[in-house]
């Protein structure tokens, strides 16, 4: 039984894809579909970042008449495991960089949280799902989970939705404390909106890294690295957040089971060619000056050269002139100062590190996790200024840098094969063809996703029969439907004419300079703090 008192058994299985069961209806209603679902169970997962705020949304799981979404079943044959449980990630959404949250209070304890602006709350939902339908294919191991929904809200009904939600939480004070929290932020200033990140719930049980135990930190570790790489080779991004709170991992692991699961892409950079898609561009000058001098090289040759090894490249295989092991391990280690470099750079420049004290890159734990000690240590000189970069550590492998390289390249083949056994239910061309009949959600740039005109709490009674006005059928709770429709009209799904212009993510400019940082006020207090989080990832 988990703590809802629903019985969970142990997946054994890759997850692999989700489908949305009715299609008539926008993905955002079967969420909503799903939060209206009688017994819906809201718990809170995580606060004190600096942006979100995650919710676990569980419906009871005895009755498949109430599920709107079905993943990949354990034989990966097809999309009939109902989906019982969804996580929710919210965001308090603005466009002014000057516009500061209060700070929030849980437990006593004080959180230092931040807005963020539509179009990189929205980035991250596509590059997650960019990333999550790109590697479905070929063995149906993708890297990360699956987005079901991005929506956000203005204010009035971003309140209204956190009042929807909010009976599910069954009087959880620290659930009614962030719930609170972020209603008041949106109704402090007119312009906010709230931001929400639908997704799957990464495995029952799954744990961030750093909360599991030493065999399986071993093991995920490696299983997260195989990952990074192939996201690398297969998709030349970098993901500058990588750090132990973004990966999940299996605390119990065993090699026929799932292991880790990247997540959190909200800050990727492309590297597919010269620019540094992704970061704005006045700051890539910068960046690319700091990924000279911590490298000792230069950034284009590095990128060019690292960008050529495909993900083939990183199996080893033994032939009558022996093993490869040594090149493979090499290219990996190569990719692999690549992107801690790069991670470094694109963080101080657009974190301002220096004032924070942490001057490494957030891959960090991963490169102590393959070479030790010495990554603990900052990669600048501590002096006022910080001067970045100047002494990094030298990659020097250690006893068993070799043997995790070795499982890393064996997990890559894994993730990159398509298993014999497997019909092709996950080949490109049939993970393509999902996507384009809507069974595989996808983001469209084009749309704004404004979502502020849905009903969200119909009345309890048929309002057909008693009001004139837009015909309508409105059903209250008694005999609820969670699969019928409830809104009034849809034109908002495709809603083009947005304030918003969800510009090419990977195009478009990111978080410019971490405003975050920039101010003194929020006060030595409040670095300590964030240092303290920082250092325990
Ligand atoms: N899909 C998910 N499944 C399970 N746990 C999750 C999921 N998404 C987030 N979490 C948990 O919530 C934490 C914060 O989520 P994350 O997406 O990293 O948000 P933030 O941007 O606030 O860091 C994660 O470190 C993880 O512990
Ligand atoms: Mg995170």
């Known amino acids: 039984?988990?703590?809802?008192?629903?019985?969970?058994?142990?997946?054994?299985?890759?997850?692999?894809?989700?489908?949305?069961?009715?299609?008539?209806?926008?993905?955002?209603?079967?969420?909503?579909?799903?939060?209206?679902?009688?017994?819906?169970?809201?718990?809170?997962?995580?606060?004190?970042?600096?942006?979100?705020?995650?919710?676990?949304?569980?419906?009871?799981?005895?009755?498949?008449?109430?599920?709107?979404?079905?993943?990949?079943?354990?034989?990966?044959?097809?999309?009939?495991?109902?989906?019982?449980?969804?996580?929710?990630?919210?965001?308090?959404?603005?466009?002014?960089?000057?516009?500061?949250?209060?700070?929030?209070?849980?437990?006593?304890?004080?959180?230092?949280?931040?807005?963020?602006?539509?179009?990189?709350?929205?980035?991250?939902?596509?590059?997650?799902?960019?990333?999550?339908?790109?590697?479905?294919?070929?063995?149906?191991?993708?890297?990360?989970?699956s987005v079901v929904d991005f929506s956000n809200f203005d204010p009035?009904?971003?309140?209204?939705?956190?009042?929807?939600?909010?009976?599910?939480?069954?009087?959880?004070?620290?659930?009614?404390?962030?719930?609170?929290?972020?209603?008041?932020?949106?109704?402090?200033?007119?312009?906010?909106?709230?931001?929400?990140?639908?997704?799957?719930?990464?495995?029952?049980?799954?744990?961030?890294?750093?909360?599991?135990?030493?065999?399986?930190?071993?093991?995920?570790?490696?299983?997260?690295?195989?990952?990074?790489?192939?996201?690398?080779?297969?998709?030349?991004?970098?993901?500058?957040?990588?750090?132990?709170?973004?990966?999940?991992?299996?605390?119990?692991?065993?090699?026929?089971?799932?292991?880790?699961?990247?997540?959190?892409?909200?800050?990727?950079?492309?590297?597919?060619?010269?620019?540094?898609?992704?970061?704005?561009?006045?700051?890539?000058?910068?960046?690319?000056?700091?990924?000279?001098?911590?490298?000792?090289?230069?950034?284009?040759?590095?990128?060019?050269?690292?960008?050529?090894?495909?993900?083939?490249?990183?199996?080893?295989?033994?032939?009558?002139?022996?093993?490869?092991?040594?090149w493979v391990i090499d290219r990996m280690e190569d990719i692999l100062k690549f992107i801690a470099n790069l991670d470094y750079a694109v963080n101080c420049i657009l974190n301002d590190f220096a004032s924070t004290h942490w001057d490494k890159p957030q891959i960090s734990g991963m490169l102590i996790h393959l070479y030790g000690e010495p990554f603990k240590n900052h990669w600048g000189t501590e002096s006022n200024p910080w001067i970045h970069g100047t002494s990094p550590p030298a990659w020097t492998r250690i006893d068993d840098t070799i043997y995790k390289y070795r499982q890393i390249a064996d997990f890559i083949r894994r993730i990159a094969t398509q298993p014999q056994s497997q019909r092709n239910l996950v080949s490109v061309s049939a993970v393509q063809r999902m996507v384009q009949n809507g069974e595989i959600y996808s983001l469209n740039i084009g749309n704004n996703y404004d979502r502020s005109h849905v009903v969200l709490t119909p009345p309890p009674t048929l309002v057909q029969a008693t009001m004139g006005g837009p015909q309508t059928q409105v059903i209250g709770p008694p005999n609820y439907n969670p699969r019928a429709t409830y809104m009034p009209q849809r034109a908002y799904v495709q809603n083009n004419d947005s304030d918003y212009d969800l510009s090419n993510p990977l195009k478009g400019g990111r978080v410019k300079k971490n405003r975050n940082y920039r101010k003194s006020k929020k006060s030595r207090k409040s670095r300590k703090s964030r240092k303290s989080r920082k250092n325990r990832r």
Not at 1 to 22: A, C, E, H, P, Y
Not at 192 to 203: D, W
Not at 265 to 294: C, K, M, S, W
Request: aromatic share 10%; with cysteine.
């Open 1 to 145: 039984m988990n703590k809802n008192g629903q019985t969970s058994t142990k997946r054994k299985i890759f997850r692999g894809g989700v489908k949305q069961l009715n299609i008539n209806i926008s993905s955002f209603e079967a969420v909503l579909a799903m939060i209206r679902t009688p017994g819906a169970i809201l718990t809170l997962i995580s606060y004190g970042s600096k942006t979100g705020f995650i919710f676990r949304l569980d419906i009871p799981a005895n009755n498949p008449e109430l599920v709107q979404f079905m993943a990949l079943n354990n034989e990966k044959t097809a999309l009939t495991k109902p989906v019982y449980t969804l996580v929710l990630k919210f965001a308090i959404i603005s466009e002014d960089p000057s516009d500061n949250l209060d700070t929030l209070r849980v437990d006593a304890n004080n959180f230092y949280k931040y807005t963020e602006t539509l179009q990189d709350f929205f980035t991250e939902a596509y590059n997650q799902q960019d990333i999550y339908i790109s590697t479905l294919s070929p063995s149906g191991n993708p890297v990360t989970i």
């Open 156 to 326: 009035t009904k971003g309140q209204e939705l956190i009042d929807v939600v909010k009976p599910l939480a069954f009087g959880d004070r620290k659930s009614n404390e962030v719930l609170e929290y972020m209603k008041y932020s949106l109704g402090q200033v007119s312009s906010r909106r709230l931001g929400m990140i639908t997704m799957e719930l990464a495995n029952d049980g799954f744990k961030e890294l750093a909360d599991v135990n030493a065999i399986a930190y071993n093991v995920d570790s490696n299983y997260a690295l195989a990952q990074i790489f192939t996201l690398f080779t297969n998709r030349k991004l970098v993901n500058y957040d990588c750090h132990r709170g973004n990966i999940l991992a299996n605390p119990t692991p065993n090699m026929g089971e799932e292991l880790a699961k990247l997540i959190d892409f909200g800050r990727v950079v492309g590297v597919a060619d010269r620019t540094l898609q992704g970061i704005p561009a006045t700051d890539t000058i910068e960046i690319i000056q700091l990924y000279n001098r911590v490298s000792g090289s230069d950034y284009e040759t590095d990128r060019a050269r690292v960008t050529t090894y495909r993900t083939g490249d990183l199996f080893i295989v033994e032939s009558g002139r022996g093993t490869n092991e040594t």
